[in-house]
């Protein structure tokens, strides 16, 4: 299993980086980690989502398109 990027796109979180691992066993659960820290939160839900504020996480490749978008609107 690995780690993926995921991010927060919430104003709160603003875009705040996650490391995202799905269980292998368990459908719908998660653990989700800070990319600084050791202890990741696991998440039952399905679709990964933010510890702090309760968002969905997207992956970074969407939250980079998203970015672009939140750039034009600025
Ligand atoms: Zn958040």
């Keep these: 299993m690995a780690w ?3 991010a927060c796109i919430n104003d709160t979180c603003k875009g705040r980086p996650w490391c ?3 269980d292998e066993v368990i459908p719908d659960l998660w ?3 800070p990319p600084a820290g050791w202890q ?3 998440i039952a839900a399905a679709e990964p989502i ?3 504020c309760g968002s969905s996480l997207v992956a970074v490749l969407e939250f ?3 970015a672009h ?3 034009r609107k600025a």
Excluded: G, N
Aim: net charge negative; hydrophobic share 35%; charged share 25%.
């Design 64 to 66: 980079e398109e998203h």
């Design 50 to 52: 933010c510890p702090l």
């Design 4 to 6: 993926e990027t995921y």
């Design 20 to 22: 995202v691992q799905r």
């Design 31 to 33: 653990y989700v980690a």
């Design 69 to 71: 978008v939140v750039k």
């Design 40 to 42: 990741s939160f696991t």
